[in-house]
C-alpha cells in the first residue's frame, strides 16, 4: 500500500498523474461528485438555515467505501481536484464523506497537468477554500429551490414533465425574443450600386455608391445618366493602420471560434477540451482569465523568434474584462509551446491545433497594413463612389492566425491596383442590384454564448450544460430550413446599355441556428408573464456577481439564498392559485362553411389544430406538421390539415392513404405505416411519390436471409447498421461490410449474439420461472415474466439465493383484489 492517496475527479486524468507522482502514490479517481442532493427529495431545510442534505447515491457506495479503506491506510491523502468552485466542492465531499482528518488531508490545485505542476502543487498544499464551497453550494441550492418550485407550477399550468430552470430559462427568452424580432421584422427592398471600373494601365477593381437607392426608377435613372459619363479619380488617401492579436483563450472565447472554425458545438467543444487537459496538452479550459504565465510567454518568445524571426516576437500581457473572473489563473495555452501540433484523433487534434495559434499569434507582433480610400467621380451626376484597399506592409500575427467574424454579411477589404488623382477610368459595368434589409440574426451556439457573457449570466462551466438542457428538454432546436427561393432584380449598364434579369438567392435559411418550438414559446410566456423577476437578464447577472462576492467571502451565502426564496416562494404560491392555464391558444378565424371558430394551441400530444369553440361538443382537432408553429400558422395552412387523412389512390390492391399523426406526417399502406422526410408537406404528396415512399420502405424491411427458419433484416438505428432477427437486435460492427454481408457473416453475428445472451444469464432457476442476468454497466437484473427488477450494484451477486430473489419477485409482484360474490335473494 503506497504512503500517499491521491484522489482526482476522472480517471483519465488520474493515468496522467500516475505518471509523474513515484511508487509512493496511488492515484484513485471519485468519478465527479461522491455525493449530491437527493433525486426525489428537494433536500434542502427550508424551514432553517437551508443547509443541503448531501446522500451518497447507490452506484456510488462501493466507491466510496473502496476510498475509505485506501484512505485508513495511507498516510497522507492529497485531494486533487480541479481549482474552480465545482473542484473545490469535490474536495470538500470526499473529506466530509470520508471522514478524513485534517491532519493528514491536504488540499492541492494546478491549472495544468505536467510534471513540474504537479510537483510544485505537492510542494505548496493548502486548507479546503470554504468560501468557493459555499458559492458553489449556494448555486446548487438555489437552483434546486427554483427547479423544485418551478416545475410544477409549470406541470399544473401549462403541461405535465416539463421543467425550468434559472439559467436555462434565460437563456429560452433570450432564443425566442430574438425570434420574434425576426417574425415582426418587415424587410424593406433598395438598390445596392457596384461598379467594375477600369484604369489607365487595364487593371480593374471595384468600387460602390455608399448611400443605397430606395427605388428601382431611381436606380435606372442614374444608371441612364452614367451612359456617357467621364469617371475620374477625385481624391485618393492612404493611411497607415496596425491591425493586433486577439487575446488567448478563455472558455468562452474558445467555444465560439471552435464553433466558427471547426464547427463544433459548445458541449463538444468541451469534451475534447477535458480530454486535452486530462492528457496534460493544455492549461485547465474553464477560466475566464486571458493572463499567460511568464514561463508560458517566454514559451511563446523563444518558437516565434525561432520559427518566424526575432521581428514577429511581441510578449504582450492582455487583462481580462469579464466581470468576476476568477475561475482560474491562466487563459487556455498548450502546456508545452515546443508541440506545435499533436497526433491523437482529428478532434482533439483540431482543437488542439486552434488553442495553439492563438496562443503563438498573442504574443506576435501587429500587422502593420497601408489603407487606401479613393473617392470616383463623374460629369454626369453628383454621386460619388468610394473603394477601400487593404495592403499589408508587414503580416505579424496574421502569420499565424485570424479571428473569426460572426457577421455573415460583412464585406472585406480588397486589393487596388496602382492609382492616382485625376486619372480617367472606364467602366466595365455598373450594377444597381435589389437588396432587402434583413432581419437580426438567429443566435448560433456560439453566439449565444457570446451574449450570455455580455449579459454576465452564467459561468465558464455552465455554458454547455445550459444549452444542451435547453435542447434536450425541447424548448429549443436546432432549425433544418434550408431556405427559399427569392426573386430580386438587377439593372446592369454595360457598353451604354442600361438592361435588367431576374435572378434568384436563397433565403430564410435557419439551418443550424437555434430555433424555439412551441413549447418553448409557451412556457417562455407563462414565465415572463408571472416569474418576471428570475426570467430578468439584471437579476439573473446580479445572483451570479453574488456567487462571486460568497466565493471571495465577502458575503454570506445562506442569507443570500433566504432573502431571494421569501420573495420567490410567495411569488410561487400566487401563481399556483391565481394564475390561468396556458396552452399558448390562438384563435385564427373562422370556418368558411361552418362558422365555427378555428384555433390552434397546446394538446396532449404537442401543437393542435382545433375547430370549434372550447366548449362546442363536437370539435375537429388535427396535428400541426413538424415545420409548423403555434405563432405563424395561418387559416389556410390550419384548414389544409383537416384533409387529412386523404386517399391517394391504390398499390398493389391496397388504399394508400397519407395522413398526420402524433408523430408526424405518414403514408400508410395496408398494415404500413412510412413517415415522410423532414419538412415534406403531406398535402403536397401525390400517388407517384406515395409509391416511392412504399416501395423503399419494403426494401428497407425485406429479409436479407433466414436463419433456424427465422427471417434476418437489415436497418440503420440510432447506433448504427443493425441485423433483427427472432426479435433480436444485433449491432453489426465496422469490421464487415454491412451493404455486402455473406451468409458466413450474418451466422458468426447472430451466434455471437446468442452467446452473449447465454453469457448473461447467471441463475436460471426454471422450477420457479427466474431468471437473474446481467445487464450493462456491471448490473444484475431478476427477471419473471413481465417482471424486472434492476439490484443495487452494491449487491454481491453470489450469495443470491433463490429463495430471496423469490421474495423480491413477489414483494413486486401486484397483489389481485378479491372478487366480491353477488348478494343472491333467498327464497321464501
Known amino acids: 500500500m503506497a504512503k500517499n492517496l491521491v484522489i482526482v475527479e476522472s480517471p483519465a486524468k488520474a493515468k496522467t498523474i500516475e505518471k509523474f507522482l513515484g511508487k509512493d502514490f496511488q492515484v484513485e479517481s471519485s468519478y465527479g461528485h461522491i455525493a449530491d442532493l437527493p433525486s426525489k427529495e428537494i433536500g434542502i431545510d427550508i424551514e432553517g438555515d437551508f443547509s443541503p442534505k448531501y446522500i451518497v447515491s447507490d452506484d456510488k457506495i462501493a466507491l466510496v467505501d473502496k476510498l475509505k479503506k485506501l484512505a485508513d491506510k495511507a498516510d497522507t491523502i492529497w485531494l486533487a481536484s480541479d481549482e474552480d468552485r465545482e473542484g473545490e466542492a469535490i474536495a470538500w465531499h470526499l473529506k466530509e464523506q470520508l471522514e478524513l482528518k485534517d491532519a493528514k488531508t491536504k488540499r492541492i490545485v494546478f491549472h495544468e497537468i505536467t510534471k513540474n505542476a504537479i510537483l510544485k502543487a505537492v510542494e505548496n498544499p493548502r486548507d479546503i477554500d470554504y468560501n468557493?464551497?459555499?458559492?458553489?453550494?449556494?448555486?446548487?441550492?438555489?437552483?434546486?429551490?427554483?427547479?423544485?418550485?418551478?416545475?410544477?407550477?409549470?406541470?399544473?399550468?401549462?403541461?405535465?414533465?416539463?421543467?425550468?430552470?434559472?439559467?436555462?430559462?434565460?437563456?429560452?427568452?433570450?432564443?425566442?425574443?430574438?425570434?420574434?424580432?425576426?417574425?415582426?421584422?418587415?424587410?424593406?427592398?433598395?438598390?445596392?450600386?457596384?461598379?467594375?471600373?477600369?484604369?489607365?494601365?487595364?487593371?480593374?477593381?471595384?468600387?460602390?455608391?455608399?448611400?443605397?437607392?430606395?427605388?428601382?426608377?431611381?436606380?435606372?435613372?442614374?444608371?441612364?445618366?452614367?451612359?456617357?459619363?467621364?469617371?475620374?479619380?477625385a481624391d485618393l488617401s492612404k493611411k497607415p493602420a496596425t491591425k493586433s492579436p486577439a487575446a488567448p483563450f478563455t472558455t468562452s472565447t474558445l467555444q465560439q471560434e471552435a464553433s466558427r472554425k471547426l464547427g463544433f458545438a459548445v458541449s463538444r467543444t468541451m469534451q475534447v477540451a477535458q480530454r486535452l487537459y486530462e492528457a496534460g496538452l493544455i492549461t485547465y479550459m474553464r477560466t475566464d482569465s486571458v493572463n499567460l504565465s511568464v514561463e508560458a510567454r517566454n514559451a511563446a518568445a523563444k518558437e516565434i523568434t525561432n520559427y518566424y524571426g526575432k521581428e514577429y516576437s511581441f510578449p504582450r500581457v492582455f487583462k481580462s474584462k469579464a466581470k468576476g473572473a476568477q475561475e482560474a489563473h491562466e487563459a487556455i495555452r498548450p502546456t508545452n509551446m515546443e508541440m506545435h501540433a499533436i497526433d491523437v484523433e482529428s478532434d482533439q487534434d483540431r482543437l488542439y491545433d486552434l488553442i495553439w495559434k492563438r496562443t503563438l499569434a498573442?504574443?506576435?507582433?501587429?500587422?502593420?497594413?497601408?489603407?487606401?480610400?479613393?473617392?470616383?467621380?463623374?460629369?454626369?451626376?453628383?454621386?460619388?463612389?468610394?473603394?477601400?484597399?487593404?495592403?499589408?506592409?508587414?503580416?505579424?500575427?496574421?502569420k499565424v492566425y485570424l479571428e473569426g467574424n460572426d457577421n455573415e454579411d460583412e464585406e472585406q477589404d480588397g486589393m487596388l491596383p496602382n492609382l492616382f488623382v485625376n486619372e480617367k477610368l472606364g467602366y466595365q459595368y455598373i450594377n444597381a442590384t435589389q437588396r432587402f434589409s434583413t432581419p437580426p440574426y438567429r443566435f448560433t451556439e456560439a453566439s449565444l454564448v457570446k451574449q450570455l457573457e455580455e449579459l454576465g449570466i452564467g459561468r465558464p462551466s455552465t455554458y454547455a450544460p445550459t444549452i444542451s438542457t435547453i435542447q434536450k428538454r425541447g424548448y429549443v432546436e436546432k432549425g433544418q430550413n434550408e431556405g427559399e427561393l427569392r426573386e430580386y432584380e438587377q439593372i446592369s449598364l454595360k457598353k451604354g446599355t442600361v438592361s435588367s434579369k431576374i435572378l434568384s438567392e436563397k433565403t430564410g435559411a435557419d439551418k443550424g441556428k437555434l430555433v424555439p418550438t412551441d413549447i418553448g414559446n409557451i412556457v417562455n410566456d407563462f414565465l415572463v408573464a408571472n416569474f418576471s423577476s428570475i426570467l430578468d437578464f439584471g437579476f439573473t447577472a446580479k445572483v451570479e456577481s453574488s456567487f462571486d462576492d460568497i466565493s471571495e467571502g465577502t458575503e454570506n451565502w445562506t442569507a443570500m439564498i433566504r432573502d431571494f426564496y421569501k420573495k420567490f416562494h410567495d411569488n410561487v404560491e400566487d401563481v399556483k392559485e391565481n394564475a390561468e392555464r396556458e396552452s399558448g391558444e390562438r384563435i385564427l378565424g373562422v370556418h368558411p362553411e361552418t362558422g365555427k371558430t378555428v384555433l390552434v394551441r397546446l394538446g396532449k400530444f404537442g401543437a393542435m389544430a382545433q375547430i370549434g369553440a372550447p366548449d362546442d361538443d363536437e370539435k375537429q382537432f388535427a396535428s400541426l406538421n413538424p415545420d409548423q408553429n403555434l405563432g405563424t400558422i395561418t387559416l389556410e395552412e390550419a384548414l389544409e390539415l383537416f384533409l387529412l387523412p386523404k386517399t391517394l389512390g391504390k398499390f398493389q390492391n391496397e388504399d394508400v392513404i397519407v395522413s398526420n399523426g402524433r408523430f408526424g406526417p405518414y403514408v400508410k399502406f395496408g398494415d404500413l405505416f412510412v413517415s415522410l422526410d423532414r419538412n415534406e408537406n403531406p398535402m403536397e404528396v401525390d400517388l407517384e411519390r406515395a409509391k416511392e415512399l412504399i416501395i423503399a420502405k419494403q426494401k428497407a424491411d425485406a429479409p436479407v436471409a433466414t436463419y433456424e427458419n427465422l427471417p434476418v433484416q437489415k436497418g440503420v438505428g440510432r447506433f448504427g447498421p443493425f441485423l433483427k432477427w427472432n426479435n433480436i437486435f444485433i449491432n453489426v460492427s465496422k469490421k464487415y461490410d454491412f451493404e455486402n454481408l455473406s451468409k458466413g457473416d450474418i451466422v458468426e453475428l447472430i451466434e455471437d449474439k446468442k452467446q452473449k445472451e447465454l453469457d448473461k444469464v447467471i441463475y436460471d432457476w426454471q422450477d420457479v420461472g427466474i431468471v437473474v442476468e446481467k445487464a450493462r454497466w456491471g448490473r444484475f437484473h431478476i427477471l419473471k415474466g413481465k417482471i424486472k427488477i434492476e439490484l443495487p450494484k452494491t449487491t454481491n451477486i453470489e450469495k443470491l439465493t433463490k429463495e430471496k430473489a423469490v421474495e423480491l419477485v413477489e414483494a413486486k409482484t401486484p397483489k389481485k383484489k378479491p372478487v366480491k360474490k353477488k348478494a343472491t335473494a333467498k327464497k321464501k
Do not use: H
Request: hydrophobic share 40%; net charge neutral; charged share 25%.
Open 362 to 398: 498573442s504574443q506576435m507582433s501587429d500587422a502593420l497594413l497601408e489603407r487606401t480610400n479613393v473617392r470616383i467621380e463623374n460629369n454626369a451626376n453628383d454621386k460619388i463612389f468610394t473603394a477601400n484597399g487593404e495592403m499589408i506592409q508587414f503580416d505579424g500575427f496574421l
Open 132 to 233: 468557493m464551497v459555499n458559492a458553489q453550494q449556494a448555486r446548487r441550492v438555489l437552483d434546486r429551490l427554483v427547479g423544485y418550485e418551478l416545475s410544477p407550477v409549470l406541470w399544473r399550468k401549462v403541461k405535465g414533465g416539463l421543467s425550468a430552470g434559472r439559467v436555462q430559462s434565460v437563456a429560452v427568452r433570450l432564443i425566442v425574443e430574438r425570434e420574434r424580432s425576426i417574425q415582426e421584422f418587415v424587410s424593406e427592398t433598395y438598390y445596392k450600386v457596384i461598379a467594375e471600373f477600369l484604369n489607365s494601365e487595364g487593371k480593374t477593381f471595384k468600387a460602390t455608391i455608399p448611400k443605397n437607392f430606395d427605388t428601382k426608377e431611381e436606380a435606372q435613372e442614374f444608371l441612364t445618366s452614367c451612359k456617357n459619363a467621364i469617371f475620374s479619380i
